[in-house]
């Protein structure tokens, strides 16, 4: 099965499920989901960012069914930023190919990353990680990589436009796991997954 992970961490004031998905299949196993589901943006011309959207919405999908199966109504920001409108529940998805991740969180904004290994973080990761970070880990590839997807997960889960990774986003050392920081005074768990291939962060806004 394709399916690399799926969970739900509960508390009693969230309630997070996440799917992460490897792609072994065509665009067609897919696009189960609602017609209005479908995204136009002339982005995805190309097939393979298609495929890779087209996933990422079927493993959202497949986590809403999982909820109810009532209407859900999946929308685009301003930002091009998926929501559900009329809706307690937020949503983040994302995607490095071949791998795709959903997240949605009731009530609690929340944010998902996943990066595979072999990106070239060494050369990016002076500009989002601050002087004291890169220190920190710029001999470790894995670290990197990780602080990569908790620094976007963060940011998705804020959406706040001008959000700075070097100054308004510090990470702590890895030593827990989930762990939690302050962003601008508000306070953000993040919970991280190390696989063969991929680091994965969700960021959910206490």
């Not at 665009?27 to 589901?37: D, G, K, R, S």
């Not at 809403?64 to 109504?73: L, V």
């Not at 995607?95 to 070239?120: M, Q, Y």
């Not at 990680?129 to 963060?154: F, M, V």
């Amino acid at each position: 099965m394709p399916q690399i992970s799926s969970k739900s961490l509960l508390s009693s004031s969230n309630a997070l499920q996440w799917m992460i998905w490897e792609i072994t299949e065509d665009l067609t196993f897919f696009q189960t989901f609602p017609e209005n589901w479908v995204s136009n943006n002339h982005q995805e011309i190309v097939s393979q960012k298609k495929l890779e959207s087209s996933a990422a919405r079927f493993c959202l999908w497949t986590l809403c069914q999982q909820i109810s199966e009532g209407m859900w109504d999946l929308r685009k920001d301003e930002r091009n930023r998926p929501y559900f409108d009329q809706s307690d529940y937020q949503i983040s998805l994302s995607h490095s190919f071949p791998f795709v991740a959903a997240v949605i969180s009731h009530k609690k904004t929340v944010g998902i990353d996943l990066e595979r290994f072999g990106r070239n973080v060494e050369k990016i990761g002076p500009r989002f990680l601050s002087a004291e970070e890169w220190n920190r880990w710029q001999n470790s590839h894995g670290d990197l990589t990780k602080a990569w997807t908790c620094k976007e997960a963060i940011y998705k889960a804020m959406g706040v436009p001008g959000l700075a990774f070097q100054q308004d986003i510090q990470l702590p050392l890895f030593a827990n796991n989930p762990f939690e920081i302050h962003v601008r005074d508000k306070k953000i768990t993040i919970s991280t997954e190390v696989f063969e291939d991929f680091a994965c962060s969700i960021a959910s806004e206490d």
